[in-house]
């Protein structure tokens, strides 16, 4: 029975991926691409590629990916929703304790204190895109200035104004930066 | 905290968010940030770092995750149901079409362009959303804080530390802050 197959591979990817994004990736490679073989190693790089260019969690991408291909639409469909369980259960059950339990003490003192580490993994994320766009790497030590993209620059700078001072609309910048740094691109 | 929510708002934004944040899980808690807290005010700043850390540490994407979370805090269970259908039907819908067209799709000039100046935009809306949240740590005027705020930065950016590490020592943090001022409160 396929479908149960590939509803219980995406369940373990689910709730063992911890820390998200490219930590699912060797999970998906070992059950998906060694374990049962759904995907060839070729594939598995292409679905790599392919989550990094579309929006969406690359578990949930790579669900739609390998449920379509191994049964169609609904395989598409049960591999996300095996992907998602285990989400919905422990963030539901995490959810209920927050509302709950905010309001004491302890719990207000541990979530303060915790604030400052995610506005600095926010910004560290921030940071890594931002050097992606402007030098094509993320990683400090590899930057040379010289490969500073000037029109990624003006673009990053136009934006934040922007964002900043008239308070433009996130969806509508990503969407700007894309059509006007393309033309420019094309034009210059 | 019963808020006047509107579900087909909810699911109209979520959907939205899901279908034009690339670069990840953080993107998309700066644009649920923007959208939700600043402009339609169903949750509050602190609130929303709150349900980025736990939403972290749980297993599971973390856009997904958050999802849930706001869901569950803004609408109840009907809200999780809305927010996470939103966030999953754009991915499920965009990678069905593009698994069919792969090979036309990666090799294209234009999208690869578009995908990398698109960057710059999605680097500007997250910077503006930290400001933002950096603004109001360093307002509390708890310098231990700001100053393990800027700690955490250099350990994440530059020492690669895993964002659940990070969460879980100042969780303990935390619990140990707590008890060090409630004994001298009590002294």
């Keep these: 029975m396929i479908y149960l197959q590939l509803f219980f591979v995406y369940l373990q990817i689910g709730a063992f991926a ?3 994004g490219y930590a699912a990736m060797p999970l998906i490679q070992s059950l998906v691409v060694e374990g049962k073989g759904w995907l ?5 790089a292409d679905l790599t590629t392919i989550a990094e260019m579309t929006p969406g969690p690359i578990a949930v ?3 739609t990916f390998v449920g379509q291909k191994m049964a169609g639409l609904p395989g598409a469909v049960i591999c996300t929703l095996g992907c998602i369980l285990p989400s919905l259960i422990i963030v539901l059950i995490l959810a209920y304790l927050y509302t709950k339990f905010s309001n ?5 003192k541990v979530l303060g204190q915790m604030r400052p580490a995610v506005v600095a993994m926010i910004a560290s994320a921030g940071m890594g895109i931002l050097l992606m766009g402007l030098f094509g790497t993320s990683v400090f030590a590899k930057i040379q200035f010289s490969s500073l993209r000037l029109i990624e620059l003006c673009v990053f700078i136009v934006c934040f104004i922007l964002l900043r001072c008239k308070k433009a609309g996130p969806i509508q910048i990503i969407f700007l930066s894309a059509v006007v740094g393309t033309i420019l691109y094309c034009v210059l | 905290m019963e808020k006047k929510i509107s579900y087909g708002k909810l699911f109209i934004e979520m959907l939205k968010i899901s279908t034009f944040t690339f670069g990840g899980g953080f ?4 644009m649920m940030q923007k959208k939700f807290c600043d402009e339609l005010h169903w949750v509050s700043d602190e ?6 850390a736990i939403a972290q540490s749980a297993p599971g994407a973390l856009a997904v995750n958050s999802a849930i979370i706001f869901g569950y805090r803004m ?6 149901l809305v927010s996470t259908l939103a966030t999953i039907l754009p991915p499920i819908v965009i990678i069905s079409v593009i698994c069919n067209i792969y090979d036309a799709f ?12 698109m960057r710059a935009g999605v680097a500007a809306v997250i910077m503006d959303v930290v400001l933002g949240m950096g603004e109001k740590v360093f307002e509390t005027k708890d310098w231990i804080n700001v100053c393990l705020m800027i700690a955490a930065f250099i350990a994440s950016w530059i020492f690669k530390v895993s964002s659940i590490t990070l969460i879980l020592l100042f969780l303990c943090l935390g619990v140990a802050r707590y008890f060090i001022e409630r004994k001298r409160v009590q002294a």
């Design chain 2, 75 to 80: 609408g109840g269970i009907k809200g999780v």
């Design chain 2, 106 to 117: 990666s090799t294209n000039k234009i999208i690869q362009i578009a995908l990398q100046v």
């Design chain 1, 18 to 20: 911890f820390g998200g």
């Design chain 2, 27 to 30: 993107v998309i808690i700066g």
């Design chain 1, 40 to 44: 060839t190693m070729a594939e598995f």
């Design chain 1, 61 to 63: 991408n790579s669900a």
């Design chain 2, 47 to 52: 609130e929303v770092l709150d349900m980025t």
């Design chain 1, 104 to 108: 004491l003490d302890i719990v207000k």
